[in-house]
């Protein structure tokens, strides 16, 4: 059967008397109303989920609130649920999304003398601009920068690299935050490359997991240092 007679998420009885159905195999969303006469078998569906990226939202909430979550969910993402909550609960005990963890570091990449690039992504709009923007930001760290191209980081991967004193991890922000406990040395995002390399720039607290968002603050930046250099010279002169 195609358009239901009614609502979407009720099994159309209606239709299928229409054909004589001995029964209704309804898929999709489902109010999961008992059925008048015919009996229902319901296929809810997988719609993809982000696990990690889920658990990292649902921790970050649990910190600033310090309250209890209350999770409501689709049918379609039931499937999910076990492995989200196992997920959950290892993030509480991992250092990706810890922010002294993160902290920490950002400190310890200031001592880094040889920075590797990852890529992980060839499609997210702006990484291009955005390995520029860090190659030019080590750079002028007076530090040395090589840019890999490796699909996911795991250890074996990032352990042809010895010489690399830590990774900055260019990829779409649902998967920036890599747990690096394994890795021999550790891996951050380009925001915090950003925090550990600009001498003008300081943590204020907030935290930048979409690349995007640094193109767009480095664009205020420069016209805010254009604009102040013009009322520099209104000034001189």
């Known amino acids: 059967m195609a358009d239901t007679a009614y609502n979407s998420c009720c099994v159309d009885e209606v239709g299928a008397s229409h054909i004589d159905a001995q029964c209704v195999v309804h898929y999709g969303h489902a109010c999961m109303s ?25 921790l970050e909430c649990s910190r600033k609130s310090n309250k209890r979550i209350l999770v409501l969910y689709g049918l379609e993402y ?9 997920t959950f609960e290892e993030s509480c005990k991992s250092n990706s999304c810890n922010p002294e963890v993160r902290y920490y570091l950002v400190e310890k990449e200031k001592d880094a003398n040889i920075i590797g690039i990852l890529v ?23 530090k040395r920068s090589y840019t890999l191209v490796m699909g996911l980081p795991n250890s074996a ?28 040395a550790p891996v951050i995002t380009p925001f915090e490359a950003v925090l550990a390399f600009s001498r003008r720039r300081e943590w204020t607290g907030e935290y930048l997991l979409d690349f995007k968002d640094l193109i767009t603050l480095e664009k205020q930046e420069v016209a805010s240092r254009k604009h102040g250099t013009i009322r520099n010279d209104t000034r001189t002169g």
């Open 34 to 58: 008992p059925t008048s006469n015919l009996p229902a078998f319901f296929v809810f569906g997988k719609a993809p989920l982000d696990v990690h990226a889920c658990a990292c939202s649902m």
């Open 78 to 86: 039931a499937y999910a649920l076990v492995d989200l909550r196992r």
């Open 120 to 142: 992980g992504t060839l499609g997210v709009a702006g990484y291009l601009h955005i390995i520029e923007q860090m190659k030019e930001l080590i750079k002028t760290a007076g």
């Open 157 to 184: 991967k990032l352990a042809n690299f010895p010489e690399c004193e830590i990774f900055v991890y260019v990829s779409c922000a649902q998967t920036a935050l890599l747990d690096s406990k394994d890795f021999l």
